[in-house]
T-cell receptor, first 113, second 114 residues
Framework: KNQVEQSPQSLIILEGKNCTLQ??????????LRWYKQDTGRGPVSLTI?????NTKSNGRYTATLDADTKQSSLHITASQLSDSASYIC????????????FGSGTQLTVLP | DGGITQSPKYLFRKEGQNVTLSCEQN?????MYWYRQDPGQGLRLIYY???????QKGDIAEGYSVSREKKESFPLTVTSAQKNPTAFYLC?????????????FGDGTRLSIL
């Protein structure tokens, strides 16, 4: 069974600090891995996508990494801002359609002033 | 602005009642999706549609029904057969049903039981 595990479940940091969120997966065959940001009461918004051949990709203060050998990904947030408070969801795709998407349960990040 | 609009934002259902959640998109996307989000769980696929007048069951379709009469619209009906409907429902769309394309999500409908 395909699974995506995210850690930690929740995280509290002070504004300006960095943090790293983890995503471990057992999805086969692997196609890509996407990170979404979901603000409270809103729909998820795509931050970045990682394919098999990519190790690192940045989107502003967000940097995602992928280790396809160990089936792990991380999302690093630099110089956190209050607006970074949200749930961060890791989604792993097997080749094909939406039936082959596996969603993690998310990491709830709270940034305090 | 192009996007996905879900309505209502909050919905309450009485015992034995069917309720319909609206999802409209003006992104000219062919594929549309309905997900259910429960606390501590990942999103679960209810139904999806790759093209007008066609749709397929997802992983948790029991107790739900959909229609796709227009490209822009993909309403979800939560029937009385769904015994645990309390959840946050998300509608999404994308250009085609291929996983190299991102899904664009609406802002959800929160359904509760009265």
């Amino acid at each position: 069974k395909n699974q995506v595990e995210q850690s930690p479940q929740s995280l509290i940091i002070l504004e300006g600090k960095n943090c790293t969120l983890q995503c471990n997966y057992t999805v086969s065959p692997f196609s890509n891995l996407r990170w979404y940001k979901q603000d409270t009461g809103r729909g998820p918004v795509s931050l970045t996508i990682m394919t098999f051949s990519e190790n690192t990709k940045s989107n502003g203060r967000y940097t995602a990494t992928l280790d396809a050998d160990t089936k792990q990904s991380s999302l690093h947030i630099t110089a956190s801002q209050l607006s970074d408070s949200a749930s961060y969801i890791c989604v792993v795709s097997a080749s094909g359609s939406a039936r082959q998407l596996t969603f993690g349960s998310g990491t709830q990040l709270t940034v305090l002033p | 602005d192009g996007g996905i609009t879900q309505s209502p934002k909050y919905l309450f259902r009485k015992e034995g009642q069917n309720v319909t959640l609206s999802c409209e998109q003006n992104l000219n996307h062919d594929a549309m999706y309905w997900y259910r989000q429960d606390p501590g769980q990942g999103l679960r696929l209810i139904y999806y549609s790759q093209i007008v007048n066609d749709f397929q069951k997802g992983d948790i379709a029991e107790g739900y029904s959909v229609s796709r009469e227009k490209k822009e619209s993909f309403p979800l009906t939560v029937t009385s057969a769904q015994k645990n409907p309390t959840a946050f429902y998300l509608c999404a769309s994308r250009i085609g049903d291929r996983n190299n394309q991102p899904q664009h999500f609406g802002d959800g409908t929160r359904l509760s039981i009265l």
